[in-house]
């Protein structure tokens, strides 16, 4: 059998240096943020050192990064979902109305819900891959889809944009304590989301760089066509991968649905494009094949900071979305630039 020779001076056998692989992991750049970004409002805002704002800013930026996480994976495997932010609302209105306007027990809303979220992600994924069409148009379509489906379905049933309460129903109590509950721990207030965002990380974190699943996603994500070729289930793998958004959709629904009873049929407008900055701001190229979920949730974190933040600080929240679209593209300048440098390394 025959072997590639190698030279002293082929890159494939040449060491890198510590400070090139750890410029080479996409969170880096994240948890320098986040490290900067709570310096600054440590530093301006009083109210930001209290101890109820850490259980504050865990809630806001576990909601986040509930939905980071999935788009993260998604991004790397080389796809957007545009639908997410409006899929979580779908996902809560179907669990209530469906329950309310057949008078069954909210767990059978729930599990209607949850198969309804799974189908939206499936033909997400499989239109992708019959059509070929950019996931940027499929979802976008979905997105308007689900949207004026939200509106009109809540209207028809209820006369109003808002779903009826559901907090007499039977099941509410059980379904409550599993999808939002509280803890009180000393000044801090714990939601269950926490949990949630923990374990979802940790799950993406593990399948993405140990298993061979993780190794596929990369790989679609990186050239679908030279994955498809070395044996790569390219399709079940972008399918799943939407399936997995929905799921996580229809978890945050569910959490919205049981901690306030109702929900309103136009939240989660625009929340896609804080889920994507998320990912992006956590080291996710934009092009796929590259990324990390803890870089994700490291944005997550970030937004929940800086949301908190400008209001503890004082200033003008109206800023708040400038100050997002800067840090995407920033953290895009950052990201290219950091993988460049440590490339030549």
Not at 294 to 313: C, E, F, H, R, V
Not at 320 to 328: A, E, P, R, V
Not at 334 to 344: G, H, M, S
């Amino acid at each position: 059998m025959s072997s590639t020779p190698t030279t002293a001076g082929d890159d494939r056998v040449k060491a890198r240096s510590p400070l090139a692989g750890l410029l080479s992991t996409p969170e880096v750049g994240a948890l320098i943020g986040a490290f900067a970004v709570l310096v600054l409002f440590l530093a301006v805002a009083p109210a930001f050192r209290s101890v109820g704002a850490i259980g504050t800013i865990g809630y806001l930026a576990s909601t986040i990064g509930m939905m980071a996480v999935p788009v993260a994976l998604l991004m790397i495997g080389g796809e957007f979902d545009l639908s997410a932010g409006v899929a979580m609302t779908t996902s809560a209105l179907v669990a209530s109305m469906f329950a309310w306007q057949f008078s069954t027990n909210l767990w059978i809303g729930v599990i209607v819900s949850l198969i309804v979220a799974l189908l939206v992600g499936f033909l997400n994924g499989w239109l992708l891959v019959r059509t070929k069409l950019p996931s940027f148009l499929v979802t976008l379509g979905t997105f308007f889809i689900l949207q004026g489906f939200n509106l009109a379905m809540t209207k028809k049933i209820t006369g109003g944009v808002t779903s009826p309460r559901i907090a007499d129903m039977d099941g509410f109590d059980v379904a409550q304590k599993l999808f939002a509950a509280s803890w009180k721990l000393g000044g801090i207030t714990i939601w269950v989301t926490i949990i949630f965002w923990v374990l979802l990380t940790a799950l993406g974190a593990v399948v993405l760089a140990k298993t061979q699943l993780g190794n596929w996603i990369l790989a679609s994500g990186g050239d679908q066509n030279a994955a498809r070729a070395v044996g790569v289930p390219v399709t079940k793998v972008k399918i799943g991968l939407f399936m997995f958004v929905g799921f996580c959709a229809w978890l945050l629904g569910m959490h919205t649905l049981f901690r306030f009873g109702s929900v309103q049929s136009n939240i989660g407008v625009g929340d896609e494009f804080i889920f994507i900055i998320a990912a992006v701001v956590g080291g996710c190229l934009l092009t796929g094949g590259y990324g990390s979920v803890i870089g994700a949730s490291l944005g997550a974190l970030i937004y929940g900071m800086t949301n908190l933040g400008i209001t503890y600080a004082g200033w003008d929240p109206d800023w708040l979305k400038t100050f997002l679209g800067i840090m995407l593209v920033l953290a895009t300048l950052v990201n290219t630039y950091i993988r460049r440098q440590a490339e030549k390394r």
